[in-house]
């Protein structure tokens, strides 16, 4: 009978370990969620802030182009609003990038 309960006694001290260390795993794949969530927010803002300055550069480098009586010209100007279409173009895309690496990571 002690051989039993002894018996008894080391399951039940396997169970409550095994179910502390699943809580604990629970709890810490609960903050990886998390934490990836706010990064998904924070990708998503980034791009949303580059919006704004891509249609600046973008109508600029367009109004560039429509100019009346006025030669197409390469100059520093074009020149910087094209790096900038570029730079920002590029940005975005890495955002974009990021974004859905981090989309599959919730998957």
């Known amino acids: 009978k002690q051989w039993y309960q002894r018996r008894v006694r080391v399951r039940l001290k396997?169970?409550?370990?095994a179910k502390t260390g699943l809580e604990?795993?629970?709890?810490k794949?609960?903050?990886e969620i998390s934490?990836?969530?706010?990064s998904l927010h924070q990708l998503r803002e980034a791009l949303r802030s580059k919006d704004g300055p891509m249609k600046v550069a973008s109508t600029w480098?367009?109004?560039?182009?429509?100019?009346p009586n006025v030669e197409q010209t390469r100059d520093y100007e074009h020149g910087g609003l094209l790096s900038e279409i570029n730079d920002?173009?590029?940005?975005q895309e890495a955002l974009?990038?990021?974004?859905?690496s981090a989309g599959v990571t919730l998957l």
């Open 88 to 91: 920002i173009s590029g940005s």
């Open 24 to 27: 604990g795993q629970l709890e």
């Open 14 to 17: 396997e169970l409550t370990d």
């Open 29 to 31: 794949t609960i903050q």
């Open 61 to 67: 480098f367009a109004a560039r182009a429509k100019r």
């Open 35 to 38: 934490s990836v969530e706010v």
């Open 96 to 100: 974009k990038h990021q974004n859905a």
